[in-house]
């Protein structure tokens, strides 16, 4: 009996409210490092319905200004600050206070199914939300507003490959301009069919399109827990390091996935724990092998990972957006790691 399994992603627009959140507090994230590299920045951000609330605390020689780096950020995403009441309730802590060392387990992923080094779903559905955003921006759909998500659902075969397209499934928000039938063909036609090439629908695929109002039902959204936090804490600069090495693994070709945690204490520079899951995709070594190689071949000292990194320069929400090529994507450890190996 052959053994299948489904996996499936989740992906949001720059402009659906909880991704807007993260995009907000990671331009304040920017603005500061931007004037005090060093600067330590805790922000949260919180949407609901047309009210921005940003708080949290930030110890730097330069204060951004909240109101105006918010508005930048809507206006990045084709929303209009006009429409919105921006509130804040930023703490401004002296710069010279200790930064304050926490305990940390991180990880990181990569799988070479796409050219991304991540699973297909994941990338589908990106691809999906980037479509909806284009259409938006290029007036493709009229009445199309900027916030929507996708979800899209991929069988695999029992040997992990991708088989086929399952489920592909894409929430938009339209002003009515349109009738529902005429928007839903658009957006097979311009968002759905350009997007999914990678793996085309067949014909027992089910592929949907949810049209909403733009004032959707109540909701709060919350920035992502690492979004709007600056280099020193370990929890976001260590994830972020585990997934440049898990990266370069796959593209070293030591594994075909493989997932790294690395595991920081408390006034201890380097991680307490390096380990490497391949998941029995190893071509060369062992996982502890490849866990010694890590250590051979990347700086994981706490100081090493936010220079190796350069995660002191504003980059964050550029990095969201998928505006610039960051450096922990780079696989530039490639031969390094093959000639350790071998």
Not at 121 to 150: D, K, M, N, S
């Amino acid at each position: 009996m052959n053994m299948v399994q489904f996996c499936t992603a989740k992906a949001l627009t720059p402009a659906h409210p909880d991704k807007l959140a993260s995009l907000i507090a990671d331009r304040m994230l920017d603005a500061c490092l931007a004037n005090d590299p060093m600067a330590r920045v805790d922000c949260r951000v919180q949407i609901a319905q047309k009210e921005i609330l940003v708080f949290g605390e930030i110890a730097s020689l330069s204060m951004p200004k909240v109101r105006e780096t918010a508005a930048m950020a809507l206006r990045s995403v084709g929303l209009l600050p006009s429409d919105y009441t921006i509130r804040t309730a930023i703490h401004q802590r002296a710069p010279g206070i200790a930064s304050k060392d926490e305990l940390c387990i991180v990880n990181g992923y990569a799988y070479d199914e796409t050219s991304e080094l991540l699973p297909m779903p994941v990338i589908l559905a990106e691809r999906l939300t980037a479509g909806i955003g284009y259409a938006c921006a290029e007036g493709e759909i009229e009445g199309l507003f900027p916030g929507g998500q996708a979800m899209v659902t991929v069988e695999y075969d029992e040997n992990g490959k991708p088989l086929r397209l399952e489920h592909a499934s894409i929430v938009l928000q339209h002003s009515g301009k349109l009738p529902d039938e005429k928007v839903r063909r658009r957006a097979a036609e311009q968002i759905i069919q350009p997007a999914l090439t990678l793996l085309p629908p067949d014909e027992q695929s089910q592929l949907f399109v949810t049209i909403l109002p733009p004032k959707v039902q109540f909701r709060v959204s919350v920035s992502e827990p690492l979004s709007g936090k600056s280099p020193d804490n370990m929890e976001r600069s260590g994830n972020l390091m585990a997934r440049y090495i898990a990266k370069n693994l796959v593209a070293a070709g030591l594994a075909s996935q493989c997932q790294v945690t690395l595991a920081y204490a408390v006034g201890i520079a380097k991680p307490v724990m390096v380990t490497v899951n391949s998941f029995g995709t190893g071509k060369i070594c062992a996982d502890d092998c490849l866990a010694d190689v890590v250590r051979q071949v990347f700086k994981l000292e706490k100081h090493q990972v936010i220079a190796e990194l350069k995660l002191r320069e504003p980059q964050y929400g550029d990095a969201l957006l998928g505006r610039r090529q960051s450096l922990w994507e780079r696989t530039d450890k490639v031969k390094e790691l093959q000639d350790a190996v071998l």
